[in-house]
């Protein structure tokens, strides 16, 4: 498993990578350079400039992983990596501080105008009326998206004396709360009443020009702003006529439209102080940033559940250990049912039971799914695709939860017309499948499985027994363990071994020939 580093991340994250996967360190890729080598590569960690398109993961045949040093995903077109099973994995919580950090200093610069006393001075000129400041006490910070960012914003103005508002429509309202802001129902409502605004969503169809010429008009008087989240969140050239014409009092903005920018008409305006995306560059920040990534990506190569995947649920670290066997066992189950009983996959239908029902369980339903899918496609089905490829095939999901249980624990059913799949977890791993068809069984879903159903005079089933054994010695297939479980009521009986290899065919077809033995299916988990 070969990663490539394409654009810089600390010596930290760099050290780490190199001890447990092959990393190659190639900066400064030109984009032709970078399509001709992806092939080689089954990870990639990028930040916010190498745009990671449907074309370049396109080229990346044994792509797995894509690692953002970083929070913002705007430069990867995460749907496509979806689409085809790739996983992004980012940094988010790395750089919330310094963000944050930086926000504050954007919003205070421009209180005491620094950029154009700092100019001034140079100048050998001294106090000018015109660079008089404003205070923040007491005066309303208007916050445009109250997630990581946005909330510490607003204990650090809470701190400074400031009434925070915020405008967040996918948040609840304990959220707005806890972070001591205001919530305000529309976007109106805080442009009406804040002193200051400033903005921090992600950048999507959604939020691209967000704050434009109407909600300029919408503003106090003498309005100032901050952007630090991403450059065309507030619109440049309305930002720049409301400058023109006074309505916004001055603004700061770390990011922008084009970057790097070089020009833009912005720059002519001592009104606005400008870094050149700094919010995440702090010493701090960085080393924190490159350690979380290259533990994400080793993560994510071992095939072991990541923290911060962006396009697959997230559950949270803490409850990591308790969620990682149930996938596993849902996707063994899923497997388990589509090589047994061979189905159309119309719908299906997962019951919770138990414990395990205190959980976020969307990660073990795309187990399940993922586990259905796999044996029966082409393409490859992994966690990242499962649900987009169910959805694509009509399969319809049920899912029912009860928290009463039988004395089992856990327990997890797959149903769907052809039959029904039930299994536990029993201690913290130890995988079980206990019920198939209403049979009672207990075995361990991996490696090789030959399941049979005979019938059941009763005389013949110790024959069976026999004559399986011999059939399966003569083909070299070495048992590990037998079990068997009749239902007189059916006049059958389920019998499942554990075997060390794969079944040949020809075997297949002298075990079909045993008198009694109605179906054999070779499993493999
Ligand atoms: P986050 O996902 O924690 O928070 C984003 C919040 O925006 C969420 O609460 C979400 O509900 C809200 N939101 C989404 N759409 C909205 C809309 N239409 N209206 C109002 N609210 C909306 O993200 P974060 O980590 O706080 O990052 C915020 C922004 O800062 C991102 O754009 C990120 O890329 C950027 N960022 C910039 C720097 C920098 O160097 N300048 C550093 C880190 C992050
Ligand atoms: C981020 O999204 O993390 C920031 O914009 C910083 C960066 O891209 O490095």
Redesign the pocket.
């Known amino acids: 498993m070969r990663v490539l580093v394409a654009e810089p991340i600390s010596q930290e994250g760099l050290t780490k990578l190199q001890a447990e996967l092959e990393t190659d360190i190639r900066y400064g890729l030109s984009r032709q350079e970078l399509l001709r080598v992806i092939g080689h590569y089954t990870g990639l960690i990028v930040r916010g400039h190498i745009r990671v398109d449907d074309e370049l993961l396109g080229r990346g045949k044994r792509l797995k992983v894509v690692g953002r040093a ?3 995903v ?1 430069n990867i077109d995460v749907e496509a990596a979806t689409r085809r099973g790739i996983l992004v994995v980012n940094a ?1 919580e790395s ?2 501080v ?2 944050a950090e ?1 926000t504050m200093a954007l919003l205070l610069g421009q209180m005491r105008n620094l950029p154009l006393a700092t100019a001034l001075v140079r100048k050998g000129r001294w106090k000018e009326a015109r660079i008089r400041g404003v205070e923040v006490l007491g005066k309303t910070l208007g916050i ?7 909330s510490l914003v607003s204990q650090m103005a809470q701190g400074m004396g400031m009434r925070v508002v915020a ?5 609840p309202l304990e959220r707005f709360e806890r972070f001591g802001a205001e919530r305000m129902a529309t ?1 109106e409502e805080l442009l009406h009443c804040s002193d200051f605004i400033t903005v ?5 169809e ?2 691209y020009g ?1 704050i434009g010429k109407r909600e300029f008009q919408l503003m106090k008087d003498g309005v100032r702003v901050v952007n ?3 450059g065309g ?1 507030i619109n440049e050239e309305a930002l720049y006529q409301a400058l023109k014409s006074g309505k916004v009092k001055s603004a700061a903005l ?2 922008f439209d084009q970057e790097p920018c070089r020009e833009n008409p912005l720059f002519e305006l001592d009104s606005v102080a400008f870094t050149p ?5 702090t010493v701090e920040a960085q080393r924190k940033v490159g350690k979380a990534i290259a533990e994400e990506m080793i993560r994510a190569m071992k095939g072991e559940l990541v923290r911060y995947a962006v396009n697959l649920p997230s559950v949270k670290p803490k409850l990591l250990p308790h969620i990682s066997p149930y996938i596993s066992l849902a996707e063994r189950m899923g497997s388990l049912y589509t090589q047994l009983f061979r189905p159309q996959m119309g719908e299906v239908e997962i019951q919770y039971r138990g414990e395990i029902t205190d959980y976020n369980l969307q990660l073990v339903t795309t187990g399940f799914l993922k586990g259905l899918l796999n044996p029966i496609l082409e393409e490859k089905v992994n966690l990242v695709n499962a649900s987009l490829v169910a959805e694509e095939r009509g399969i319809k999901v049920k899912e029912t939860r009860m928290r009463q249980s039988d004395d089992k624990g856990s327990l997890l059913t797959l149903q769907g017309k052809e039959g029904k799949v039930s299994g536990t977890v029993y201690g913290k791993k130890d995988l079980r499948i206990t019920g198939i068809d209403g049979f009672q069984v207990d075995f361990v879903p991996s490696g090789h499985i030959l399941i049979d159903y005979h019938s059941l005079p009763h005389t013949t089933t110790p024959g069976i027994i026999g004559q399986i054994g011999m059939v399966l010695g003569r083909a070299g297939v070495n048992i590990k363990k037998i079990q068997v479980e009749g239902d007189p009521q059916r006049e059958m009986a389920m019998m499942v071994l554990n075997i060390d290899n794969l079944l040949p065919p020809e075997a297949k077809e002298e075990l079909l020939k045993i008198e009694g033995l109605l179906e054999v299916r070779p499993i493999k988990l």
């Open positions: 970083g929070t913002g705007d988010p750089n919330t310094s963000a930086h445009i998206g109250l997630g990581r960012i946005g405008y967040d429509p996918y948040i976007l921090h969503t992600p950048k999507n959604e939020t967000m630090c989240a991403r969140i770390d990011v995306h700094l919010g995440a560059m």
